[in-house]
């Protein structure tokens, strides 16, 4: 397992009262999207995965680009940041 902390801890007064907003216009979206460098757990390789970070916690399945092989991705998020990215 790689684990990469970001930035500061996860307990972050800020998390609650951004989640309070329901009002953001759709379009605020593309800016959720941010390109995080990862490295492959298989063969080691670094490339940028795209995560969106309108979802405060997240566990999904990506395939690595240089080989192809699938792998669990666990990201933990603010707007606009991500603050926890974990590879298993
Ligand atoms: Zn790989």
Do not use: W
Request: glycine share 2%; charged share 20%.
């Amino acid at each position: 397992m790689i684990s990469i902390s970001k930035f500061r801890p996860t307990a972050n007064p800020k998390t609650s009262f951004n989640r309070s907003l329901h009002f953001v216009p759709t379009q605020v979206n593309f800016r959720m999207v941010v390109y995080e460098s990862i490295s492959c757990p298989f063969c080691g390789q670094s490339f940028e995965l795209a995560v969106d970070t309108s979802s405060a916690s997240q566990r999904f399945t990506t395939d690595c680009e240089i080989c192809c092989r699938p792998f669990e991705v666990i990201a933990e998020c603010e707007p606009g940041e991500i603050t926890n990215l974990e590879v298993i």
